[in-house]
RNA sequence: GGCCCCGUGGUCAAGCGGUUAAGACAUCGCCCUUUCACGGCGGAGACAUGGGUUCGAUUCCCGUCGGGGUCACCA
C-alpha cells in the first residue's frame, strides 16, 4: 500500500489533474493584463463593501485589457439562499461593473474557465486532492468533531496554540495501511492538508496593497475536503484561481492572514500563486470604535440602501473611488468632464487602513454629479425613482413632462450650476410649490424674515403685482422694478447703501425680495426667482399673493 | 491571549530624513449686480506617546498606548 494507492481507494472515480490543467490552459492576454475576479456567497445581498471589490477589480481588469469575472462560492451549504446569485449579479451589472466571465443568472453561465459555481466543481477539487494525497501531501482524517474539540480544550487550558498541527494532528501519523483500513472499515473522513511549514519559520510576502509583510508559515493541517465532499475556502481558492488563471486576488484583508497557508497550497499543488491585493474594509464609528460597516446594524451597508434614497449611482462610485485612491479627487477636478472609465486606478495608492464611512461627503458628491446633469436627466432620474418610491410624484411628473422639465431646468446647463439635490428623494421638496397640487398641501409656514409686518407685507405685494410686475419685462427690466419697489417703501435701492448708512433704511431691496419670495413659494430658499416668476405666470402669482394675504389674517 | 496589520486636523487623505506639514468634505468669517445656494477669498484645526539612531525626525528602529484583523469540516 502506498500514497497512490490510498488516493485511489478515497477516490477512485477523480481524473487525473492533467485533464484540467489541459482544459483550462493559460490565457492568452497582453502582457501585464490582470485576470480577477469577484468571488462572493450567494446571499442574494451585495454589501457595499462588496461593490467596492467589485469596482476595484472591474477597473483593473479594463485598464489592463484583462478579464474579471464572478464566481459563486456556495461550499457552505448552511448559507446557501434561494436566489442568491442574481441578486448580486444584478447590483454589479446596476452599477457597470458587470464581469465578463462566471454566473449570469441563477444557473447559467459565460466563459471558458467554468464551471463559475464551486459546488458543481466538486469533482475538480476532488482532482486535486486525491493528486495531494497520492503525493504524500495530504492524508485522511478520522477524528470526529467532538475529537477535535477535545484537542482544542486542552490546548487551550495549557494556553497553547489550538490547531490540528504537530503532536496535536493525531492523523497525520497513521500509516498508509492504517488509513485505508479504517477507510475499508467504513470510517467517516475528511481530507487534511499535510502542512510542510514550522511555526518558527518566518514567511515574507509582499502585498500589493499593504506591502511587505511577515509572518510565521503555516504549520496547521488544515481541512481542505469536508464531510460533505466539498472543499473549504482555502483549497477552493487555490485549485479555482489556479485554474480560472487568476493573476489578482483582490479581496478583503480579513484574509491576509491566511497568505502563509495559501503559499503555501500553491506551492504544493505546483501552481504559481497569484499576486494578492488586500483591501481595507469601509469602516463605521460607533462610540468612538471603528467597526466594518454590518448589514444587520447600517442601512447604508445594503447597496440597495443608494437605491432607495435615490442617490445616483455614479456618486457612490465616484465616492468609492475617492476612498480606493486619493488622486481621484484631484483628476475630477481637472477633468470634471470625463468619464470615470477614463480614470486610472492605482492598487498600490491604496490606504492601507480602513476608510470610516462619511455619508456628507457622499451627498457632496452627489450634489455635484447631479448639478452637472440636464433637466432630460434629473427629469429621467426623478422619474424613475418615484415610480418606485414615491407614485404621486411620478404622476406628477408624467402628466407635466415639459413644465417639469422648465423647472428642473432652472439654474441648470451653466457653468454655474445649482448644487441643491444630492439625491432623488430631495427632489420633491426643492421643486413642490411649482405645482399647484402641491404646493395647496405643502405644510410650510410663511417665514417672512426681515419685513414681518402684516400691513407692510400686503402693501409690498399688491403694489408689486399691480404696479410692477410685467410678465414680458427682460430679467434686468424685473430686477430694476424691485428695486423701485424698494424705493418706494422707503428701503435703501442697493444692500450696499443699506450697509453703509445703518439706521437710515429699515430694509433693503435684497428685503424686499423676501417677501415676494416667501409669499410665492413659502420659502427663503430657491432658485433664481425671475425663472420661477416666468415658469409659474402671473396669474398663479396673484394667487399665490392673495393667499399669503388671506393666511396672514387668519 | 498568540500572531499580523494600522495610527497625520472632526472625516478622507498627500508626504518617503531638512516642507510655512498639501488638498477635499465638514466648520467659522468676509466678499459676490436680492436671499439661500453656487462661486471667490480667508481663518481655526493634525504628525498617539516615550525612548533611541541622526547635525536634523511626521518620515528609520524599539517600547507603550490606541484601533483593526485572524486563530472553524464559514467564507
Not at 434629473?378 to 404621486?392: C, D, F, G, P, S
Amino acid at each position: 500500500m502506498n500514497y497512490k494507492d490510498l488516493a485511489d481507494l478515497m477516490f477512485p472515480d477523480a481524473k487525473d489533474i492533467s485533464y484540467y490543467e489541459e482544459k483550462y490552459p493559460e490565457r492568452n492576454l497582453k502582457e501585464g493584463a490582470i485576470v480577477t475576479r469577484i468571488a462572493p456567497s450567494p446571499t442574494g445581498f451585495i454589501h457595499i463593501g462588496g461593490l467596492y471589490q467589485g469596482l476595484i477589480a472591474k477597473k483593473l481588469a479594463n485598464q489592463t485589457e484583462g478579464v474579471f469575472f464572478i464566481r459563486i462560492e456556495d461550499t457552505d451549504q448552511k448559507r446557501e439562499v434561494e436566489n442568491g446569485v442574481i441578486g448580486i449579479i444584478n447590483a454589479l451589472t446596476d452599477f457597470g461593473f458587470e464581469p465578463d466571465e462566471g454566473m449570469i443568472s441563477e444557473t447559467e453561465e459565460k466563459g471558458k474557465y467554468g464551471p463559475y459555481k464551486q459546488s458543481i466543481r466538486k469533482e475538480i477539487y476532488q482532482a486535486y486532492a486525491k493528486y495531494l494525497i497520492s503525493q504524500g501531501k495530504a492524508y485522511p482524517c478520522f477524528c470526529l468533531p467532538e475529537e477535535i474539540e477535545e484537542i482544542r480544550a486542552k490546548q487551550e487550558s495549557a494556553k497553547i496554540r489550538p490547531g490540528y498541527y504537530g503532536v496535536w494532528a493525531k492523523c497525520r501519523k497513521l500509516t498508509v495501511e492504517e488509513m485505508a483500513e479504517k477507510i475499508k472499515a467504513g470510517e467517516k473522513w475528511i481530507v487534511r492538508f499535510k502542512s510542510p511549514g514550522r511555526e518558527d519559520r518566518k514567511i515574507k510576502h509582499k502585498d500589493i496593497i499593504k506591502g511587505n509583510v511577515e509572518f510565521p508559515e503555516n504549520d496547521q493541517d488544515i481541512v481542505i475536503i469536508k464531510a460533505d465532499g466539498l472543499p473549504t475556502y482555502h483549497f477552493a481558492h487555490a485549485v479555482d484561481d489556479h485554474l480560472m488563471r487568476t493573476t489578482h486576488v483582490i479581496r478583503g484583508d480579513e484574509w491576509l492572514s491566511s497568505v502563509p497557508l495559501h503559499l503555501q497550497l500553491f506551492q504544493e499543488l505546483g501552481f504559481k500563486p497569484p499576486k494578492y491585493a488586500h483591501i481595507a474594509p469601509i469602516m463605521k464609528n460607533e462610540d468612538g470604535n471603528k467597526r466594518k460597516l454590518s448589514k444587520r446594524k447600517d442601512p447604508e451597508a445594503a447597496v440597495s440602501y443608494y437605491e432607495e434614497e435615490g442617490i445616483p449611482k455614479e456618486a457612490v462610485t465616484e465616492y468609492l473611488l475617492n476612498i480606493a485612491n486619493s488622486t481621484f479627487e484631484n483628476w475630477r477636478r481637472a477633468n470634471p468632464d470625463k468619464k470615470i472609465q477614463e480614470f486610472e486606478l492605482q492598487l498600490n495608492k491604496m490606504s492601507v487602513s480602513g476608510a470610516l464611512f462619511d455619508m456628507v461627503k457622499l451627498l457632496d458628491v452627489s450634489k455635484i454629479v447631479i448639478s452637472k446633469m440636464t433637466a432630460e436627466e434629473v427629469y429621467e432620474n426623478t422619474l424613475k425613482w418615484a415610480k418606485k418610491h414615491n407614485k404621486e410624484l411620478a404622476n406628477l411628473l408624467e402628466k407635466n413632462k415639459e413644465y417639469s422639465l422648465k423647472v428642473l431646468g432652472i439654474e441648470r446647463g451653466n457653468k454655474k450650476p445649482r448644487k441643491d439635490i444630492g439625491k432623488w428623494s430631495e427632489v420633491e421638496d426643492n421643486i413642490s410649490y411649482m405645482y399647484e397640487e402641491l404646493f395647496e398641501k405643502d405644510k410650510n409656514e410663511y417665514q417672512y424674515q426681515v419685513i414681518k409686518n402684516k400691513e407692510t407685507i400686503s402693501k409690498i405685494l399688491n403694489t408689486y403685482i399691480s404696479k410692477y410686475y410685467n410678465e414680458n419685462d427682460d430679467k434686468q427690466t424685473w430686477f430694476d422694478k424691485i428695486k423701485e419697489l424698494a424705493g418706494e417703501m422707503g428701503y435703501a435701492k442697493e444692500v450696499k447703501e443699506f450697509k453703509e448708512n445703518p439706521g437710515k433704511y429699515e430694509a433693503h431691496v435684497g428685503d424686499a425680495s423676501t417677501v415676494l419670495r416667501v409669499a410665492l413659494t413659502k420659502r427663503t430658499n430657491t432658485p433664481d426667482m425671475y425663472e420661477i416668476m416666468q415658469i409659474l405666470g402671473k396669474d398663479t402669482i396673484e394667487n399665490r399673493f392673495r393667499k399669503a394675504i388671506s393666511e396672514m389674517e387668519k
